[in-house]
């Protein structure tokens, strides 16, 4: 049980609130005014503090000037419009959350439930940063670089709040990674984390997946479908690629943002979400706004707290200890150990990486595959220097491509394709090649390929294979 101080100058909104909280089992205690709050709050400490922001005697941030009363409060405020402004004095307050007046039932239940004392709070970030020190492994983020440790700390410093957070990035540097250690050290952490890649979504079902659409609203609809805002109710929807969204939908993602509120694809009922928003993008958002591919207004509202993510080829020394990591897990999954030599280790360091983290799992999962022994040696790893130098073209040279541009020794498999032959083509006669070679095994194909095991066997099926 613990003991809630409403504060409150509505007295019909105080009651409403104060018996939800009640049924919930916790002891409540009303306010009016900030002089009234501070004589609660001097007479029994509170563990959970819902604070209006508009109070008769004054503004309600006016009573969190003694940060040592509040120090284990969890904040909630309570505001009439959830602007931007909120947003930011939510962060800077480190508030657990705000409610949107008027407030919701069910929204006020979602933040009981999610009730942490900021004590445990700080103690399990404590148990994340001595487990980093010790390992160099923060949540599922790997690296002790200067950039990296920086990317910590903002982390630490968002988890516990409930604003929006914009990454941005390279592909490949772990945005999802970041948004999901966002949500583990959250309050939502026991509720749904759901991941949506924008840009892969049709832009003519885009609007129906992600807010939902009812029976009979368009041609195929057969029945009700719950959209992504629904699916991750109480959790965190992670947008990814949020700038391939189109800007019609853009719109109505802002009024969600701004209002907690959405309709349905056919619909005129407003449902409520209780939904914190996590976005990421690969691109330079500025420019897509000056583009016009993306709202000036959302990029405000998505960008309350912004966390960048450094290419690899600027976290040199975490190389190799994400390679290591990668060894391990591998070697978790296989039953088996494998080591890299000196030289291949050397040959990572040295490679530009332009696909970030991302490449550097696929070619250590690649190498594993390839590796006939127990030493992984720079045979089956990217060289150094500019992985983009093309090999030089003989004008005189025959009208045919190698896919494989180096010597190959006596024996080993090569394909040559004709110039001009479509990509589509090529590719599906290096996927069926690796495929035979890899003895039909999917899983040493992919990794071999450098794909995901999904890809491979969507483009098996289209192969008829």
């Known amino acids: ?9 509505d007295e019909d909104s105080a009651r409403m609130i104060g018996a939800v909280i009640a ?34 005697d004054g503004h309600g941030l006016e009573l969190l000037e003694d940060t040592e009363v509040l120090r284990d409060t969890v904040l909630v405020l309570m505001t009439g419009h959830a602007s931007l402004e909120t947003s930011i004095k939510a962060l800077r307050l480190g508030a657990a959350d705000y409610l949107v007046k008027p407030i919701h039932p069910d929204h006020l239940k979602g933040v009981l439930a999610r009730l942490i004392a900021p004590s445990q709070l700080r103690a399990e970030l404590d148990e994340v940063r001595q487990a980093w020190q010790e390992s160099g492994t923060f949540a599922q983020l790997t690296g002790r670089s200067q950039a990296m440790e920086r990317v910590y700390q903002q982390i630490s410093r968002v ?28 309050r939502r952490r026991e509720q749904p984390f759901l991941a949506v890649n924008c840009g892969a979504l049709s832009s003519h079902l885009i609007e129906s997946e992600i807010f939902g659409h009812e029976r009979g609203s368009f041609t195929g609809a057969e029945r009700q479908h719950k959209g992504f805002f629904e699916k991750a109710h109480g959790g965190t929807l992670f947008l990814d690629e949020v700038t391939e969204m189109p800007l019609a939908l853009q719109v109505k993602l802002l009024r969600v943002l701004e209002t907690g509120t959405f309709m349905r694809v056919g619909s005129t009922e407003l449902q409520q979400t209780d939904v914190r928003i996590i976005a990421a993008t690969n691109r330079e958002a500025a420019h897509e706004v000056e583009q016009g591919r993306m709202r000036e207004d959302l990029l405000y509202r998505l960008n309350v707290f912004p966390i ?8 040199g020394e975490d190389i190799e200890l994400i390679a290591c990591r990668c060894l391990h897990e591998l070697g978790q999954q296989e039953s088996a150990v494998k080591q890299m030599t000196p030289q291949a280790l050397a040959g990572l360091r040295n490679y530009r990486w332009p696909g970030n983290v991302r490449e550097l799992r696929n070619a250590i999962q690649r190498a594993w595959v390839m590796a006939t022994g127990e030493v992984i040696d720079e045979e089956w790893l990217p060289s150094g220097g500019n992985p983009s130098a093309s090999p030089a073209v003989d004008p005189a040279a025959p009208d045919l491509l190698a896919l494989d541009p180096t010597p190959a020794p006596a024996g080993a498999d090569r394909i040559t394709v004709a ?5 589509a083509d090529i590719e599906r006669q290096v996927i069926l090649a690796n495929y035979e070679r890899c003895g039909q095994h999917k899983e040493r194909t992919a990794a071999l390929l450098g794909i995901s095991t999904k890809t491979l066997y969507t483009r098996l099926k289209d192969y008829q294979r």
């Open 1 to 9: 049980m613990s003991h809630a101080l409403i504060v409150e100058d």
């Open 308 to 315: 960048g993510l450094p290419p690899l080829r600027e976290r």
């Open 23 to 56: 049924r919930k089992g916790h002891t409540v205690m009303y306010a009016p005014s900030l002089r009234a709050a501070r004589q609660k709050l001097a007479m029994q400490r509170a563990d959970l503090l819902l604070l209006d922001l508009h109070l008769p």
């Open 159 to 186: 988890a516990g709040t409930a604003v929006t957070v914009f990454i941005h990035g390279e592909s490949g540097t772990g945005k999802e990674l970041v948004a999901r250690a966002i949500h583990d050290l959250s």
């Open 419 to 423: 110039l001009g032959t479509p990509l």
